[in-house]
């Protein structure tokens, strides 16, 4: 039986838009290890499942893919939703003593 994990999709560090976050993504585990080549020293196998990865819109659509084509699955747990903390400007300067 083929093994896969389902993580929830996370914010890319490179950009600051959240478009894409949110959505969960199935990643199949490596069948074999990876050596490496010879001639580049690169590290690879001959698993070409590692490159597919599906993208689903809920954790339930990408359990129910797993059943009805026969994976075993285990849910990964990302990180929990950064607090996202709401201030003005003016809030920098409290505390200041701007006397001349």
Known sequence: ???VRIRQRIKSS???????EGGWVLEFEPA?????????????SGDTR????L????????KAYCEQHG?????SVGEMEPKVKLQA??????GVDISF
Do not use: I
């Not at 490179?14 to 894409?20: C, F, I, P, T, V």
């Not at 993208?55 to 990408?62: D, E, N, T, V, Y």
């Open 50 to 53: 590692a490159q597919v990865r």
């Open 32 to 44: 074999e290890a990876q050596r490496p080549d010879p001639l580049t020293g690169w590290a690879g």
């Open 55 to 62: 993208s689903f819109p809920s954790l339930g659509a990408a």
């Open 14 to 20: 490179m950009q600051s838009g959240r478009a894409r």
């Open 89 to 94: 400007y003016a809030d920098n300067f409290k």
């Open 71 to 75: 994976l075993s699955y285990h849910v």
């Open 1 to 3: 039986m083929t093994h």
